[in-house]
C-alpha cells in the first residue's frame, strides 16, 4: 500500500470538525484506526466470538486459534516469539508488571536510573518501587540540546556501577522526540563488565507505529507497548521479554487460566509462559485487530512510511520556525529518521498551550496540550506547558499548512 493511500482506509479522517475538514495531529495519544482494524474486530464478535482454550466446541476452537494466531503475529513485530508476550491493556500496565515481578530482585542501595523526559508510565513505577524497596532512584537530567543524556549517565554512574540494577526509557520520547541510544547504553553497561546485572527495560509505546522496535535487534532485556498508538485498539498492550528474563520472572497475577494445579493450600502454574502469565480471559478482539493493525503497517512497509514521516516532521519543523511567537522544543530534524521520530513540540510565547490547541481545534486541527506526561521535564525545563503535533502515516504536508494557517488566528485572537 502506497502512503496517500492510508488516508482513505481510515474512515475517522472523513469527519469535518467545526465545519472544517479534521486534520488529525494527536496520534502520539492515540491513532486512529483503519476499516481493516475495525472490521477484524467486529468480524470476531460476530463471528467467532467464545471464550478460548476451555471449551471443546466448535467456536473456542476457532477463537483459540485467532488468539493464538494474533499473539504469535504480536510477538513476531516485536522480534520475539509469542512465549516471550504478555498481553496487557497497555505500555503503563505493562511497566508497572515488569516493576512487580523484578521487585523481588531489587536491595536497599541499587540504584534505578531512568531520564528526566521520560512519560510518567515509566518514571513513577519505579520510583515508586525505589520507595519500597530503598533503592536510589536517578533521574538523569537532559543535555543542552535535549538529546539522550548519554555522556551523563557515564559520569553519574561511574561511581555507582556496581549497584546499578536497572536501566528504564522510552525508545522514542513523547515530547522531544528524541531517539534513546540503546546500543551506546549498552556498550557502557559491557565496558563497567555490568550488563548481565543490569535490566534494560525500553517503553517502546512510541516507537512501535514509527521504527523497527524489537527485542531480536535492540540489546536491552524488555520492551513495553500500547496497541492503541499503533493503529490498534484500545486495551491491548503488551510486555515482550527476552529469554533470558523469562527464565527469571514469576508471575504476580493469580486465577484462572495461569494454573497447572490448584490445591486448597498451594498452587502448581501452567508450564507454557503465556498461560502463566496471562491470569483470567484475555482480550480477543482486541488482539486480533491489533493483528490486522500489523498488518496494515506491514502493508506500507518501514521505507515508505519513515521516508513520509520523517518529511512531514522535518516541513512541520520548518514550518512552525517561521511563526515569530513559537519556541520549537528539542532537536532539529536533520537528514536521518532518527534525529527527531513522531513529532514536534513547542510553546508559543504569550499564549498557554491550552488556548493554542482550542483555537487549533476551531480550525478543525486536533493537537495535544499540556504536559504531556512528562512533569519532571517540563518543570527541569521552565515549560508551563507545551503544544504537540504529532504524526501518523496518514498526514499529509497539507494538514501541517492547515496546522500553520490556523496558528495565525491564535495571533488574531490574542493579538501577540
Ligand atoms: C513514551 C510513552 N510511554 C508510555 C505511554 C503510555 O501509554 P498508555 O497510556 O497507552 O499506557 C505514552 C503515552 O502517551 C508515551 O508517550
Known sequence: MKVHETQTQVPILQRQIHGKKLVYLDNAATTQKPESVITAISDYYRTHNANVHRGVHTLSDESTERYEQARQKIAAFFGARADQLISTRNSTEAMNLLVQMWEKFLRPGDVIVVTMQEHHSTLVPWQMVSQRTGCEFIVLPMDDQ???????????????????????TAAVSNVTGVVAPLEKIDAQLRKWGVRKNVLVAVDAAQSAAHMPSR???????????????????????????????????APVLYGGGMIAEVRTQETSFHEDF??????????????VGLQAAIEFLEEIGWSELQAHEHDLVQYAYEQ???????????????????????????????????????????????????????????????????????????????DIDQLIAALEQVQTIFGV
Open 274 to 287: 503465556a498461560e502463566r502469565f496471562t491470569a483470567g480471559t484475555p482480550d480477543v478482539a482486541s488482539l
Open 215 to 249: 527485542l531480536d535487534r535492540w540489546p536491552v532485556d524488555a520492551l513495553t507497548f500500547s496497541g492503541h498508538k499503533m493503529y490498534g485498539p484500545m486495551g491491548i498492550g503488551g510486555l515482550v521479554v527476552s529469554e533470558r528474563l523469562a527464565q527469571e520472572i
Open 320 to 398: 512552525l520556525q517561521q511563526v515569530p511567537q513559537v519556541r520549537l522544543i528539542g532537536p532539529e530534524p536533520g537528514a536521518e529518521f532518527a534525529s527527531r521520530v513522531g513529532s514536534v513540540t513547542w510553546t508559543y510565547e504569550g499564549v498557554h498551550a491550552h488556548d493554542v490547541a482550542q483555537i487549533l481545534d476551531r480550525s478543525g486541527v486536533a493537537v495535544r496540550s499540556g504536559h504531556h506526561c512528562t512533569m519532571p521535564l517540563h518543570t527541569e525545563q521552565d515549560w508551563v506547558a507545551t503544544t504537540r503535533a504529532s504524526f501518523a502515516v496518514y498526514n499529509t504536508r497539507e
Open 146 to 168: 535535549s538529546t539522550w543524556p548519554i555522556n551523563a549517565f557515564a559520569e553519574l554512574l561511574q561511581e555507582k556501577k556496581d549497584r546499578l540494577r536497572v536501566v528504564a
